[in-house]
């Protein structure tokens, strides 16, 4: 196991009162040290533009390096330092998985700020590089196979499903709260062209919780990633689908996010040389982003941390119906 972290993230502050705040970092760093987890920490150096070229326009790299102080979208602001922190944490995904590789050990990247909602040309909701497509992006590159990604925040992955939707080489998993922000991910795209049935959707309505995504794991995405043999795994932790999180509404208890994290670990080890990255997206209730990035580190070390935001909220399936017809279009192209 080994953590990238880099302190320039700190300086990462849209305004004093933006929900992606440098906070969420401090209350990950701090629970990690209580818990006796920070420990093997790499920082990475300068992200380059050739690295950030893999998935994102001249242009639109350009504009983010020059523009000054500037907006992207209403809740996605440019100021003069963004250019070099975003960059530096698209390198940090980008080291973590590569260190992966050589080592064939779990790494986490503590990246801010996140990627998932940025596209070739845009950066939106507090995106402004594609940390986990670049990544995915230079493993393709430096000779794997095929990557998968499984992205576990609670807002769908916008930009990484349009960067992938025609690529068969790519797998892009996302489960997600339906009817938010952004507004993508509808059960019925599977990808386009040759990235036909690499790409599902599991948009889930308010409420749905442990019990749902229980299901969702068994039935869909453990089955998907076995038969798809990914040389890797690439994660985007979000923990705002935490029933503690203020912006959004899916109820996953800090137990059900490690479960999660417990059986993608598994996964690795069993079929990819233990090559698997998470990477930090979204979650901005502190404590409980906090204790699960902790138990996630700690599930990579087999240490045990005790959780206190553990009641479950979903015990019914609530979104068994979704999880079915998710099932129903995907097994067209995969045996469920
Ligand atoms: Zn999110």
Sequence with gaps: MAIFFNEEFYGHVQDPFHPESPERLRGIVQKLKAHDLWKDVRPSKTGHKDMLKLVHEE????????????????????????????ALSAQCAVDAAVYSKEHKRATF??????????????????CYFNNIAITARRLRKDGDGRVAIVDMDVHHGNGTEQVFAADPTVLYISTHQTGIFPGTGSLDFLGKGDGQGFNINVPLASGCGDSTFDLAYKS??????????????LVSVGVDNHYRDPLASLSLSSDGHLRQARQ????????????ITFML??????PSLSEVVAGMVGAMEGVEVPLEFTDIVD???LGR???????????EYWDL
């Design 281 to 286: 997206e979204g979650g901005y209730d502190i």
């Design 59 to 86: 242009d639109y790299i350009e504009f983010i390096e020059t523009c000054g102080e500037c907006s992207l979208t209403m809740d996605t602001r440019v100021h003069h330092e963004t250019y070099g922190i975003a």
């Design 220 to 233: 869909l995405v453990n089955p998907v990633l076995e038969q798809f043999r990914p040389d890797a795994v």
């Design 315 to 317: 015990n019914s399936c």
């Design 109 to 126: 990247a503590l990246t801010r700020p996140p990627g998932h909602h940025s596209g070739p040309n845009y950066g939106m909701g507090f």
């Design 264 to 275: 993608l670990l598994d996964f690795a080890k069993r079929n990819c040389g233990g090559r």
């Design 321 to 331: 119906g979704t999880v079915e017809r998710c099932m129903r279009n995907a097994s």
